[in-house]
């Protein structure tokens, strides 16, 4: 089985490349009325879930653990709720997904950030 790493970087090259098609169509079309959806898959899909892929590699102990795999769910479960919500809220008005997307991406962060203050940065087991 792949690595904790290895999948937050897949999810990442999704996000940026579902990113840099839907930017395209924007440009096209001359429509940029979801510019906040598309900015938000950009940052919280590919650089936050890039940077959760590095840490991972740099620090293999934290990306060996059942919270490594509950953050990779928290942020993944976040950039999906998150963006469409976003789109819904700029289109429609409906912001409740938004919302939730919000909560499960604030969470998905202070799961890291336990996650580093356990580990360290490159910190190797001896």
Known sequence: MRNIAFCFFVAAVLCVTTGMFWGI??????????????????LVGWTTMGLFGLYYTVTPQAADTMLAKVHLGFAILGVLCLVPGI???VSSGGEALAAIGSILTVISML????????????????
């Open 25 to 42: 169509q924007m440009a096209i079309s001359g429509d940029h009325l979801m510019a906040p959806a598309h900015a938000h898959l950009n």
């Open 87 to 89: 789109a819904m809220a």
């Open 111 to 126: 799961i890291f950030l336990v996650t580093v203050a356990r580990n360290g940065i490159g910190r190797r087991v001896a």
